[in-house]
């Protein structure tokens, strides 16, 4: 593995979009007690639901801890790998790299740096160090050369591409001040056109309300082919969403991408409003003496945080009356690909979903 | 990974010889406290030395415990992939996986049951759990199926094969106490014929004096050819090694191979006896409330101790009077390869030696 230094947009390398052919998929095995209730046994089962979906296209490789690889083993498939490597949580998307290629189709990585959505700012547990070094140990592993920037805080949830010069970001998490308020607006849609590849960089101003991620695009809008994104979308004005999803509306519809189209918005139901209960809440273990959740608190739940993987739409279902509709469309997007709905309360939980634990490589 | 319950050898699976065509190597980075003194500092830049003479020809890992992954990617050439798991200490030859392979070429590893050389009876340390779940661990991460061979205990270093059907062992170390002693020496004969797919099982009684895995056969005797070994050799009758190699050459002498030809044995002669010295011992934690070591405790230092690259003979030495002489031994048995020679006290004060800390897959 080289460590690079050069970026990759001068090195002639971009990320390509999610709908483009992946040769596998990363994820992590969920273990941490503060995160996942009650030992996250019903968290490792919709994880491996999750695993096992994906590796019926795709070769996926589940990283766990020495603590639980005879558990991740025994509940995965023998085609998926599973490799040890030490984590602060499950977050696939936002501790692996974010892989690059070029025209003759190397790949490479991103060394982002990671802390934990925040740092000590508002980052959402401390510390964050086994985490932050995934990345590069994972580049280290696939024997792929890795760029360092290390010194740029910036996850994978936070940035959406059309694998053809457009990025889509949310300002509430780039400009969060958390993450890298040394730096404009400007200088960090720079470094996006430096390492991702892109010439244009759409800025919606939210995410979904209530995201402690600060509101990752992830969440909220996904690119499904070019010059075509889902945006998650409620009709009722009196939820805090409401505003948030007009407002990257308007901005959807108002910009052109790098390409100088027209971008087609599909809004995408949201389910309705998800609470975590107060038997759930008991199953969290407290983290450095304060319960990471709260009875009755809200949970970013959106039908928008779904894996596109070669052959299937994997994507949370929420036990609501619009898991169908929301299913429907993606069906009616992805005319080639098969939908798999999978029951996400365990995941979202735990702060994210399926596309939140997931992380392709492209082909 | 498929864990496979059948045999190698019904499966058409057998080991190849060391000498023959390696896909790559496997190593485990130094830190145990008690093992490698003074912080394992110095053996680190030995194992260093070692990697990077077997990286001159082969695709080489190297296994690290998180807290030792940045000063191992450090010290080693960017070309050397450098992966996380966890162990209990260093010995690749003895924890990693056996390969076998079959006529297509596919390879397989085979997990054998691993206490630490003696377990609760004259083990070498406790616990030896993390060590015990590498060899599976590194199939899942290669892709390679795997026999499972946990209930019989085995390492590496206790067997040397021609590839042709014969296996060379010590009666010093399979028959000890503390590894099968409920199977007579017929049975561990047969288990070993089942497993790496030979007909004959050549017993030398011993290995080399205090050697404290009961005499692995792979410090005193190793196959360099077909027919061909070399024996670690003492004229001084007045050492106890004296005696053992005596008995081992005369099992040889008198012994055909498993295609009914006679085997040449070359001597290999030891080095002046190796002590520790009182330094040495102050730099070496207590294990469980007692020195690991003692002052002037004399160490098994052997030059058999070798690992046969694909270009390589990669072999220790000693600083002493006979490094010369072995290493033209040797560089005239293998006569298309490089000798390296690597001074190695800070690997066998450890309490073994290069073969020890390496493992080969096969092509």
């Given amino acids: 593995m080289k460590i690079l ?18 040769s596998g998929c990363l994820m992590i ?11 996250a046994v019903e968290a490792r089962k919709a994880f491996a639901e999750v695993a096992h979906a994906i590796a019926q296209s795709e070769r996926l490789t589940v990283f766990t801890s020495f603590e639980g690889y005879d558990t991740a083993r025994k509940m995965l498939e023998e085609h998926i790998r599973v490799i040890e490597m030490s984590s602060d949580d499950s977050w696939a998307r936002d501790v692996m790299p974010t892989f690059v290629k070029n025209s003759e189709g190397e790949i490479r990585g991103i060394d982002w740096g990671f802390n934990a959505w925040g740092g000590l700012i508002d980052g959402l547990y401390f510390p964050w160090d086994k985490d932050n070094r995934m990345a590069r140990k994972c580049c280290d592993l696939l024997e792929l050369d890795v760029y360092d920037k290390r010194a740029f805080i ?11 010069g457009t990025a889509i970001v949310t300002e509430a998490c780039l400009l969060s001040r958390g993450r890298n308020p040394h730096m404009t607006k400007q ?9 991702l590849g892109v010439t244009k960089v759409i800025w919606l101003p939210y995410g979904i309300y209530l995201d402690e991620t600060n509101q990752h695009v992830d969440n ?3 690119y499904v082919a070019p010059a075509h994104v889902v945006l998650a979308w409620t009709d009722d004005e009196n939820d805090p969403q409401y505003n948030m999803s007009v407002k990257c509306l308007k901005v959807l519809e108002n910009e052109k991408d790098a390409r100088g189209r027209k971008i087609k918005v599909t809004k995408l139901p949201l389910p309705n409003p998800v609470y975590i209960t107060k038997n759930e809440c008991e199953g969290l273990v407290d983290f450095d003496g304060e319960p990471t959740r709260k009875p009755d608190e809200r949970l970013a739940a959106s039908y928008v945080n779904f894996y596109i993987s070669n052959s299937a739409i994997i994507m949370p279902a929420f036990d609501d009356e619009h898991d169908d509709e929301a299913a ?11 939908i798999i709905q999978i029951q996400a309360r365990n995941i979202l939980i735990g702060g994210g979903n399926i ?3 997931t992380q392709q490589i492209p082909e």
């Fill in 5 to 22: 230094h050069s970026t990759p947009t001068e090195d002639g390398f971009f990320m390509p979009a999610e709908f483009e052919r992946h």
């Fill in 29 to 39: 095995w969920p273990e941490r007690a503060d995160s996942w209730q009650y030992g």
């Fill in 154 to 164: 910036m996850e994978g949830g936070a940035i959406h591409v059309d694998g053809q």
């Fill in 187 to 195: 200088e960090i849609e720079n470094e996006l056109k430096k390492y």
């Fill in 220 to 222: 909220i809008c996904a």
């Fill in 328 to 338: 429907d469309i993606l069906r009616d997007i992805f005319k080639d690909r098969k």
């Fill in 355 to 357: 596309h939140c634990i």
